[in-house]
């Protein structure tokens, strides 16, 4: 009579899903505390720039003044959610690398946060981004002096354009992690998996 084969040693090894996830939302926690940083920093250089572009076409700056205004104010606040998102997906990410069952949670209310700022950021940073190439553009025809009044229009297009895709390229972006968090957190197997944990 012969008795049964060893257990092989792989068949109690521990799956590798919460290390990769685990660094995989690390880095992009990572990079939202350092974008969210970034923006709010650099706020003030933008809204500045904008005035300085409008100002070397010679044209007065009265009316890009408000829009200035708005552009530093909204990538303040873009900054500050976006470091905000940051510092609830770097825990989340540690969590989860160390095998902790609240990582489940964490990241899953990340996620929907994400889905829900995260979009609202994209259309508002798209819009920022139209209102500053429609500055930078009409800057640029009155230094010229040149251009027929119907470029104008077309410019116009192009900031329209410019507009959809950036929200188009945001919303993906946005989407991506969360939206794969949702569904790999929803997975029967994995929930039992988290809930073995301490």
Avoid at 79 to 104: C, D, N, Q
Avoid at 130 to 143: D, F, H, L, N, P
């Amino acid at each position: 009579m012969t008795s049964p084969p060893p257990p092989s040693p792989n068949s109690h090894r521990p799956p590798s899903w919460p290390k990769t996830i685990g660094i995989i939302c690390l880095v992009f926690g990572g990079l939202d505390l350092l974008n969210g940083l970034f923006s709010v920093a650099t706020a003030g250089f933008v809204a500045q720039n904008l005035i300085n572009t409008v100002e070397l076409s010679g044209q007065p700056t009265d009316d890009v003044i408000p829009v200035a205004a708005e552009v530093k104010s909204g990538q303040f606040r873009q900054g500050l959610v976006t470091f905000g998102l940051g510092v609830i997906l770097v825990p989340g990410a540690i969590l989860l690398l160390k095998r902790r069952a609240v990582s489940r949670w964490i990241l899953l209310g990340w996620s929907c946060l994400k889905l829900i700022l995260g979009s609202y950021l994209a259309w508002h940073g798209a819009e920022l981004a139209r209102k500053q190439i429609e500055v930078g553009i009409m800057a640029g025809i009155a230094e010229d002096g040149n251009t027929p009044p119907e470029m104008a229009s077309f410019f116009g297009a192009f900031g329209d354009i410019a507009q959809i895709l950036t929200l188009v390229v945001g919303l993906i972006f946005v989407a991506l992690l969360p939206v794969f968090l949702l569904v790999w957190f929803s997975r029967k197997k994995v929930r039992s998996e988290v809930e073995s944990w301490s």
